[in-house]
């Protein structure tokens, strides 16, 4: 049987970066008509999926996006060892990533979440970050999506700084990735349970159309023997 790992961050309210986050109750069981839940939120926060539209007026919107865009093999490539608040080196990435073929869905793996929690400013401002090269490095290998369990792009720190957001390829993941067609998926966690370098993955926005993302689930699928 296949081990089930979920990467998935749970959308809970009170964050301190996304306030908007809301659940209340429509109905309940005291009134006997069972029990409704009402949630709204920003579609980027938390673990979800961005489309092309996200950075690209041209790009296309989350209700384009089919299964086979985002589910299929997968690669684990492992930077855990980058240091904090430092750069992911392209050659790092490149040497960690020799496993990487096309058409997969890349999962890079710093294991961040273990050393900083998503509900503290530490998560943002410490953590490690992709370069432009990785980014190129990566899109070069032909990979169809890719999903990142730290704040890949060291500008979104600076929602906490006050800094300025600066032009788009400074967002090197989104320039690099995102706006030509490499479906990325945010924010995902607990990385550090998968075992196998290469595995399925799952990766399922929720259909809304004439989006620019989606709340998403993902899920990797390790076999009982490790695939080649």
């Known amino acids: 049987m296949p081990r089930l790992i979920d990467l998935s961050t749970p959308v809970r309210t009170g964050h301190f970066r996304w306030k908007d986050v809301e659940r209340r109750l429509l109905k309940s069981h005291d009134s006997g008509a069972g029990q409704g839940t009402w949630a709204g939120w920003n579609l980027h926060a938390f673990t979800h999926?961005?489309?092309?539209?996200?950075?690209?007026?041209?790009?296309?919107?989350?209700?384009?996006?089919?299964p086979e865009m985002t589910v299929g093999p997968g690669a684990v490539i492992d930077?855990?060892?980058v240091p904090p608040n430092s750069p992911i080196p392209g050659e790092q990435l490149?040497?960690?990533g020799q496993h990487l073929r096309p058409g997969d869905?890349?999962?890079?793996?710093?294991r961040w979440d273990e050393r900083a929690s998503i509900d503290t400013p530490e998560f943002w401002l410490n953590s490690p970050w992709m370069t432009a090269e990785g980014s190129i490095w990566?899109?070069?290998?032909?990979?169809?999506?890719?999903g990142f369990d730290f704040p890949q792009d060291r500008c979104i720190r600076y929602f906490l700084t006050g800094e300025?957001?600066?032009?788009?390829?400074e967002h090197v993941t989104h320039y690099h990735l995102l706006k030509q067609g490499v479906i990325m998926f945010e924010y995902l966690c607990n990385m550090g349970a998968l075992t196998q370098p290469r595995n399925q993955v799952?990766?399922?926005p929720?259909?809304?159309?004439?989006?620019?993302?989606?709340?998403?689930?993902v899920i990797v699928s390790e076999e009982a023997e490790p695939l080649a």
């Open 49 to 66: 999926m961005d489309s092309p539209r996200h950075v690209d007026p041209e790009g296309f919107t989350t209700d384009a996006i089919t």
């Open 79 to 81: 930077v855990s060892d």
């Open 94 to 96: 490149a040497a960690a």
């Open 105 to 110: 869905f890349a999962l890079i793996r710093t």
């Open 138 to 146: 990566l899109r070069e290998r032909g990979i169809k999506a890719v």
């Open 164 to 169: 300025a957001r600066p032009p788009l390829p």
């Open 202 to 204: 799952i990766g399922l």
């Open 206 to 217: 929720i259909r809304i159309p004439d989006s620019d993302g989606a709340p998403a689930r």
